[in-house]
């Protein structure tokens, strides 16, 4: 699976100036999800340490890149009667 979602993203990198939140693929928005779930759950990093050295996974850094593209801003309300934009919604957005 892993494997799968690193060619999706890769071969979706190369074309990143095509994508827009109105035109993404199904595919490209689902292995994006998955990877952002990964990272939330843990078992996936951007870097980690490998034989005392830190190594990047740049298809995980493609996908989060990549999910800025593939999302429309939309207004967060901040409490105090402010707001602010943004692309990623807050982890605490649906707690009440």
Do not use: C
């Not at 827009?20 to 990877?35: G, K, T």
């Amino acid at each position: 699976m892993t494997q799968q979602l690193q060619n999706i993203i890769d071969t979706a990198w190369e074309q990143r100036a095509e994508f827009s939140p109105s035109n993404a693929p199904a595919e490209l928005r689902d292995a994006v999800a998955h990877v952002l779930a990964g990272l939330d759950a843990g078992s996936l990093r951007v870097a980690e340490k490998s034989s005392g050295d830190w190594v990047v996974n740049q298809w995980i850094k493609k996908a989060v890149l990549l999910s800025f593209r593939l999302e429309n801003n939309v207004q967060v309300p901040a409490g105090g009667g402010m707001q602010f934009y943004d692309k990623v919604p807050t982890k605490f957005a649906d707690y009440t």
